[in-house]
């Protein structure tokens, strides 16, 4: 039994719909799990001045995948995080590098409104 071609054309751009959208949603999920990412965020989070200036509710946006800016690789990655508050947005700006593959990163975070 031969299946229409629209229907083929149909459920076959649905599932690559689907899965584009899987893809990009673990992909962010492997960068925020990433150290590089968790240390950034925990420097934000005890620096008093910036939570102040953002405000209580700080929330912490997906990263732009087509952004250039980003870039990570085994020794060095360089992020721009989008957060937010209830009084102001801006971007968390990371920069980090390691000597190894098993060592720590170091860090470099600034803030941009």
């Known amino acids: ?11 076959t ?4 719909s ?3 959208a899987l893809v990009y949603y673990l992909v ?3 960068f925020s799990r990433a150290s590089y990412y968790q240390l950034a965020l925990e ?21 732009q995948l087509t952004d250039k800016y980003n870039f990570v690789d085994i020794a060095d990655a360089q ?19 390691r000597d190894g593959p098993f060592n720590r990163y170091g860090k470099w975070v600034g803030m941009e409104e």
């Open 43 to 63: 420097q934000l989070h005890s620096h008093s001045e910036a939570l102040e200036a953002l405000g209580t509710p700080l929330n912490i946006h997906y990263l």
């Open 79 to 97: 992020l721009k995080i989008p957060v937010s508050g209830s009084r102001s947005a801006g971007h968390l700006y990371v920069i980090s590098s």
């Open 13 to 16: 751009s649905v599932m690559t």
């Open 1 to 11: 039994m031969p299946v229409p071609l629209g229907k083929l054309v149909f459920f």
């Open 28 to 30: 962010q999920k492997t």
């Open 18 to 20: 689907g899965g584009c």
